[in-house]
């Protein structure tokens, strides 16, 4: 029988050998699924897999990962961008329509400790305002919870995050949409976003936290931030977490001329924001969790060869053990090498 990838349940067996659209060999005839091939099967584009016939019943062997991934991540956007749109249209948004397509989302994530395949699964090819906004309040929530914040904490900051970008609804499509450089004109514009966001929040809820996020998630601790140019002990602890999970976020996704960098190569350049422009705090949370994800995962180095990360080096963080075919790659070593980009 053939189902669609995100309908997958745990103990699916594939019928045949699978194959992606260039006729590379993802995954053997009668591989059991489980979530970690879910996440290859939708890391190389593969919609559907033929599997065998089920023997339980429907309601058996759910996997929640699909479900996830049809169901609450999907309506998550799609209810975004109906914010969007109401907040273009009347300047303000409905907030029960936020708590009750947050809160779902945010259950889930308790379950999962694998961040790293959690982030890969919710890339897409065309990231705009309303996946982009999802994943920041998603990462946001994360790095809440490895700073110690209280489960009411984590999901106040993590609203902040999926909503910190609503200023946008504001800003012209044909900027928004611009993919050649902006004119300073342009520039200026799209940096209004801030203020608009702030505004909105503030005529749609009665939390001048959540707005002020909005307002403050472009400035940086040194001072060269917008709009307000304000420094460290002037920016909310929310906002320090909601930065740094939007630059993160921001970085990782191709944008312009700029093509897409890797999760670990964009790690290591929010890392070094850490001293002195994004919360250090936060960063030191966001890496120290993310590095130990990136361990059994297959990862492309700067060489060209593709290898299983098998240990990383706690003198170097950004140099790992990577074993490619039967042979160990000692990054720490050959300082030449270096992690590109994580594949599954």
């Known amino acids: 029988m053939k189902v669609h990838v995100t309908d997958l349940k745990h103990g699916d067996c594939l019928m045949t050998d699978t194959f992606n659209s260039v006729g590379l060999h993802v995954l053997p005839k009668k591989t059991v699924v489980q979530s970690e091939e879910i996440t290859i099967l939708i890391r190389h584009k593969i919609d559907y897999v033929d599997i065998e016939p089920r023997t339980a019943a429907p309601e058996e062997n759910i996997s929640g990962l699909g479900q996830d991934l049809k169901g609450n991540f999907d309506t998550a956007i799609q209810n975004y961008e109906g914010l969007f749109l109401e907040a273009l249209a009347k300047g303000s948004f409905t907030q029960t329509m936020v708590d009750s397509t947050l809160q779902p989302v945010l259950e889930t994530l308790d379950e999962r400790k694998d961040v790293v395949s959690l982030l890969l699964l919710l890339e897409r090819d065309d990231i705009d305002t309303y996946n982009h906004s999802l994943q920041v309040g998603l990462l946001s929530y994360y790095i809440a919870s490895w700073l110690g914040h209280t489960k009411a904490e984590r999901y106040e900051i993590s609203r902040a995050g999926?909503?910190?970008d609503i200023g946008k609804s504001q800003i012209s499509p044909s900027i928004l949409g611009k993919q050649s450089p902006l004119t300073a004109e342009e520039e200026e514009e799209m940096k209004r976003h801030t203020l608009y966001g702030y505004d909105i929040i503030r005529k749609?809820?009665?939390?001048?936290?959540?707005?002020?996020?909005?307002?403050?998630?472009?400035?940086?601790?040194?001072?060269?931030?917008?709009?307000?140019?304000?420094?460290?002990?002037?920016?909310?602890?929310?906002?320090?977490?909601?930065?740094?999970?939007?630059?993160?976020?921001?970085?990782?996704?191709?944008?312009?001329?700029?093509?897409?960098?890797?999760?670990v190569t964009v790690l290591?350049?929010?890392?070094?924001?850490?001293?002195?422009?994004?919360?250090?705090?936060?960063?030191?949370?966001?890496?120290?969790?993310?590095?130990?994800?990136?361990?059994?995962?297959?990862?492309?180095?700067s060489n060209g060869e593709t290898g299983i990360?098998?240990?990383?080096?706690?003198?170097?963080?950004?140099?790992?053990?990577?074993?490619v075919n039967d042979t160990f790659r000692d990054l720490s070593k050959e300082r030449n090498l270096s992690v590109e980009e994580i594949l599954v």
Not at 309 to 323: C, E, H, Q, T
């Open 268 to 301: 290591r350049q929010v890392h070094e924001m850490g001293f002195g422009k994004l919360n250090g705090n936060a960063v030191q949370a966001l890496t120290s969790h993310l590095l130990p994800n990136f361990v059994g995962k297959s990862v492309q180095l």
């Open 204 to 263: 749609s809820m009665a939390d001048e936290t959540t707005a002020l996020v909005a307002l403050q998630h472009h400035e940086f601790e040194d001072g060269s931030g917008y709009p307000k140019m304000i420094r460290k002990n002037e920016i909310h602890p929310y906002t320090q977490i909601v930065s740094v999970a939007n630059v993160y976020m921001g970085m990782t996704t191709a944008r312009g001329n700029r093509p897409k960098q890797g999760l």
């Open 309 to 323: 990360i098998v240990m990383n080096n706690p003198a170097d963080m950004f140099k790992p053990l990577v074993k």
């Open 162 to 164: 999926y909503l910190h």
